[in-house]
């Protein structure tokens, strides 16, 4: 019998100094920086082989080796990931490439992808002992904060920017949690959130400040690999904010591969961002190891508007150590892409996703990709979050 979780250690991302996963977990002691969790890797490829995940639920849990959670009993789910990767031949055709896939989070719990982090990183913390949360956001986490913190039945306070989405502000109010509304950047609602967290003892989920978002997140690159028949694509274009996704996917590529279960190299990770706030584009292109924060971020892809990510170095390592790129495009090509994925494959996208598609065709024009390839399209969320974006028959 295999074990449910292959949990070993947390691991510093920027000494590599070890720590025993045995509480609540934040930022490494030494360097206040990201902690990865490792798990026993030679162990599980000793005694678990690949395809025990073909028969499971399609669900993220299948792959319950790879995740934090020790207990099964512990896994707080309303049924996230296990999302279809579709084929876009009609965009493929439009756009000039062999093969165009978009993983579609927009079905997800909560309607984005939000929903994989937030259920391993609560499942997680309550199993080491959490009773209580606190959730910075711009909009979409804090909808799944809200509905898995709901489904645990622990609380949650929210801050969430004044200026979220509607439909962020209703989640959080339907599924219980005591929303406060902040009039400033995610930065500043990070500040307050980690505050109130430590004041009242509750357990702040902000992305990368406690290690199973990324875990959770992880499991999108787990389910292209075995969705393609285990092997990976030639690059992923990804909507990047925070960078809890890029990160998470290259970090289960390495998994996969260290277990022998795929082979080759990882795929080139591309990272679209908005005009209005593209800290990790600037960083990119000046080669430097960190990104200074953007100033007057404005962009309305909420989930894009993230002036400085915590986890910028790995970001940019992601997407340099892959041999990718990062390229920013304005707001309008975005939602002029919300009609386009919707008119030639159905796919009502968010704005963020639909970035990917603009920042495919810059990359098929600058050569960066060739039209012999096969990419992956990350459409983080579901369009139905964004209405407002899109025209009624009045208008
Ligand atoms: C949060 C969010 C993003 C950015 O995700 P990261 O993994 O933090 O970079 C992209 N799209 C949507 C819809 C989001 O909610
Ligand atoms: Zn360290």
Redesign the pocket.
């Known amino acids: 019998m295999s074990d449910f979780s292959y949990i070993d250690h947390l691991e510093c991302t920027i000494c590599g100094r070890e720590f025993p996963y045995d509480g609540l977990a934040t930022v490494s002691e030494c360097c206040g920086k990201v902690l990865f969790v490792r798990y026993d890797l030679p162990r599980l490829r000793r005694e678990v082989d690949r395809s025990i995940f073909d028969d499971r639920p399609s669900n993220m849990w299948r792959y319950n080796e790879l995740l934090p959670v020790t207990d099964a009993g512990n896994v707080i789910t309303l049924g996230e990931g296990g999302t279809p990767l579709l084929d876009a031949a009609t965009l493929a055709r439009e756009v000039g490439i062999r093969r165009l896939l978009v993983k579609e989070?927009g079905l997800n719990p909560t309607g984005?992808?939000?929903a994989r982090?937030i259920a391993a990183a609560v499942s997680k913390a309550v199993e080491v002992g959490a009773r209580g949360f606190t959730m910075p956001s711009?909009?979409?986490?804090a909808g799944a904060a809200a509905a898995y913190c709901a489904r645990a039945g622990t609380p949650v306070k929210v801050f969430m920017l004044q200026d979220a989405p509607d439909a962020n502000k209703k989640e959080s109010i339907v599924a219980g949690s005591e929303l406060n509304l902040v009039d400033g950047l995610i930065s500043d609602a990070g500040r307050i959130s980690v505050g109130i967290a430590a004041e009242q003892g509750l357990f702040d989920l902000s992305?990368?400040k406690e290690p199973c978002r990324a875990e959770g997140?992880k499991t999108m690159g787990l389910e292209i690999a075995h969705q393609l028949g285990w092997r990976m694509p030639d690059a992923i274009v990804?909507?990047?904010?925070?960078?809890?996704?890029?990160?998470?996917m290259y970090k289960g590529f390495q998994e996969l591969l260290e277990l022998g279960w795929i082979e080759g190299k990882p795929p080139r990770f591309y990272?679209v961002q908005a005009d209005g706030c593209q800290p990790i584009v600037k960083a990119f292109n000046d080669g430097t190891d960190t990104a200074e924060p953007w100033p007057n971020a404005a962009t309305k892809?909420?989930?894009?508007r993230?002036p400085g990510?915590f986890a910028d170095y790995l970001?940019l390592q992601a997407i340099r150590e892959t041999g990718g790129g990062a390229l920013a495009v304005s707001d309008d090509e975005m939602v002029d892409a919300m009609y386009r994925l919707a008119a030639a494959e159905g796919i009502i996208a968010?704005?963020?996703?639909a970035a990917t598609l603009v920042g495919l065709e810059r990359l098929l024009a600058d050569g960066s990709i060739g039209a012999d390839e096969e990419v992956v399209l990350?459409n983080?969320?579901s369009g139905y979050?964004y209405l407002d974006l899109l025209r009624g028959p009045e208008e």
């Open positions: 989070e984005t992808f939000k982090g711009a909009g979409n986490a992305t990368l997140k990804y909507p990047t904010g925070g960078g809890t996704g890029i990160i998470g990272a892809a909420d989930g894009l993230v990510p970001i968010c704005p963020e996703g990350l983080t969320g979050k």
